[in-house]
């Protein structure tokens, strides 16, 4: 605390994201970070770059890149919004959309940046609680609200609702803005981007920083209604012109072109997911159903915290949530095959 520091920014509480170790050898588990590398081509267009460039400013509208993503996902080039990471993309959303002053509605349980934009923004938050099954019921979400948002598949559950239960609450929910954040989208749920041509309080965030094996790159995007876009471009040029920089933009269009590999890597990371719930499973864990990059798991007869730091003493990174009703659980991210199964080994050794 300082006396410089705005009275606004006081009584903020920043994310706190998972550990980066700067020591190597350790199996990161931690992060939801994809195992295998970019698409080989990303690896060419960053070895070519012409470094005379970087004299120079990057296009500011990203262009090459949103029209990469319109012709990926089949829409206009007006519907596609680029930021530096989804959660650069998210605030810029909280600030253009959701200060109508009605409380903005979230799962109780979900990605915890959301109540820190509505904290450093001033938005009040309605927690609607998951139900039994740790599953978001959009029936719940009816109360007179500034808008809506959500994760699908949601964090840290890995549970994924159908678009058909999206598509109901949007009928609904027809004058405030629907948030869906689809960052782990690509491992096993539907995009709701088949339907911003219908609904136009419809917004969809993506990344490229879990199934395209970008996170170091920081790029993001979201998709939805021109004006919807218009909106979040204001807000973004009153704030940072540039948000991606010229090895961001070429190596994201880039790694659009080859679904091969993409496919290759998100199937790979799906089938380890099923191997490792079954093999959880058969220790004694409660796993949820899982259409993400990682599984959340529990276990009836040993805390969750010391099981994260039995697996860290073993150089094995998991993350745990303190938050009441999750605090048993553990997130452990999909690592390749032999990541995983030094996990279970480990496990093996300490669960009777
Ligand atoms: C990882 C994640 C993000 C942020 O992704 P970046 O593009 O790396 O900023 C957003 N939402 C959810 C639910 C995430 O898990």
């Known amino acids: 605390m300082s006396k410089f520091w705005s009275p606004a920014i006081r009584s903020l509480v920043p994310y706190t994201p998972g550990e980066q170790p700067k020591v190597l050898n350790l199996i990161k588990l931690n992060t939801n970070e994809n195992p295998y590398p970019p698409a080989p081509g990303v690896t060419d267009v960053i070895r070519e770059f012409d470094t005379s460039r970087l004299r120079l400013y990057p296009d500011p509208d990203a262009s090459i890149l949103k029209q990469g993503l319109a012709e990926y996902h089949n829409i206009d080039k007006s519907q596609v919004f680029v930021g530096n990471g989804s959660d650069e993309v998210l ?7 959701f200060r109508h002053g009605t409380p903005l509605l979230m799962p109780e349980t979900t990605y915890s940046f959301y109540e820190v934009y509505c904290d450093l923004f001033n938005i009040d938050a309605d927690k609607i609680p998951l139900n039994a099954n740790f599953e978001i019921n959009l029936d719940d979400y009816t109360s007179e609200n500034t808008g809506i948002i959500f994760a699908n598949p949601n964090a840290p559950t890995g549970i994924a609702i159908t678009l058909d239960e999206i598509e109901t609450l949007l009928k609904r929910n027809t004058e405030t803005l629907v948030l869906v954040d689809e960052a782990y989208v690509d491992f ?35 998709f939805g209604h021109p004006d919807l876009i218009a909106g979040l471009e204001r807000v973004k040029n009153s704030f940072n012109s540039y948000p991606l920089d010229m090895l961001a933009i070429a190596s994201a269009t880039e790694s659009l072109k080859d679904e091969t590999y993409f496919q290759t890597t998100c199937r790979r990371i799906q089938s380890t997911r099923e191997q490792v719930s079954n093999e959880l499973n058969n220790l004694g864990f409660n796993v949820l159903p899982s259409a993400a990059n990682f599984i959340f798991a529990s276990h009836p007869n040993y805390d969750a915290k010391e099981l994260m730091q039995y697996l860290r003493d073993k150089n094995i990174l998991v993350r745990h949530f303190t938050r009441a009703g999750i605090d048993q659980f553990l997130r452990i991210t999909i690592g390749t095959d032999a990541e995983m199964s030094e996990l279970i080994t480990a496990l093996k050794t300490h669960i009777h």
């Open 91 to 97: 605030a810029l959303a909280f600030m253009a959309f």
């Open 188 to 222: 096993g749920a539907n995009s709701a981007i088949a339907l911003i041509n219908q609904y136009p309080n419809l917004l969809v965030s993506h990344t490229f920083s879990k199934s395209r094996s970008l996170a170091g790159m920081r790029v993001g995007c979201a």
